[in-house]
């Protein structure tokens, strides 16, 4: 079983949508946790990342985590076509800051 | 600031043959890391290096190899290419300082395919 489970897609929304993807983790000593946006053909782009369990937003992006179900979160708001990418979710453990775990990626589609 | 550069951003090879992929990290960054992704999946981390010295090493095998340079880029060499090599080779950069998080910066990717 891998350490970073994430829900597999592909995920198709209408434009306007709220988007919900989501991770799982095994491995408690997990304390960063990013999600990356990559499109095809170029390599992952950080989209945000929180430190240990909360909520952060930055404009349409709210990311949450739940240290205690291991459970991660990322909710776009007014989804757009632009947003159409393949969302990856990571994690580190705070004595590897450098080497991230990934989960495999969500891609999702937002229709005009 | 042209960000993490690689190159080649194609190559093709065939089992048994060598391969050796460049980075150079985005200014002010001293610390690379390299990544492997497989078509479908997320990547995974092969090493970092940090003052010309492997410093963090993920579950490959020795015929994955680096360097880095005292100008911080980084080279990563594959030996003995097997068809499974075939990926999307990443490498990050970040600023080193300490055991606080530190934003990777990705490069495009050089793709390699093993024939």
């Known amino acids: 079983q891998k350490e970073v489970e994430q829900d597999p897609g592909p995920l198709s929304v209408p434009e306007g949508a709220i988007v919900s993807l989501n991770c799982t983790y095994s491995n408690s000593a997990f304390q960063y946790f990013m999600w990356y946006r990559q499109y095809s053909r170029k390599g992952p782009e950080l989209l945000m990342y929180t430190y240990s369990s909360g909520n952060k937003e930055d404009g349409r992006f709210t990311a949450q985590v739940d240290k205690s179900s291991k459970y991660i979160s990322l909710f776009i708001r007014d989804s757009q076509p632009s947003d159409s990418a393949t969302y990856l979710c990571a994690m580190s453990a705070i004595t590897n800051a450098g080497k991230s775990t990934f989960g495999d990626g969500t891609t999702l589609t937002v229709k005009p | 600031d042209a960000g993490v550069t690689q190159s080649p951003t194609h190559l093709i090879k065939t089992r048994g043959q060598q391969v050796t992929l460049r980075c150079s990290p985005k200014s002010g960054h001293d610390t690379v890391s390299w990544y492997q992704q497989a078509l479908g999946q997320g990547p995974q981390f092969i090493f970092q290096?940090?003052?010309?010295?492997?410093?963090q090493r993920g579950n490959f095998p020795d015929r994955f190899s680096g360097h880095q340079f005292p100008n911080y880029s980084s080279e990563l060499n594959v030996n003995a290419l097997l068809l499974g090599d075939s990926a999307l080779y990443l490498c990050a950069s970040s600023p080193q300082t300490g055991l606080a998080y530190n934003e990777q910066f990705f490069g495009p990717g050089t793709r390699l395919t093993v024939l």
């Open positions: 290096y940090y003052e010309e010295e492997e410093r």
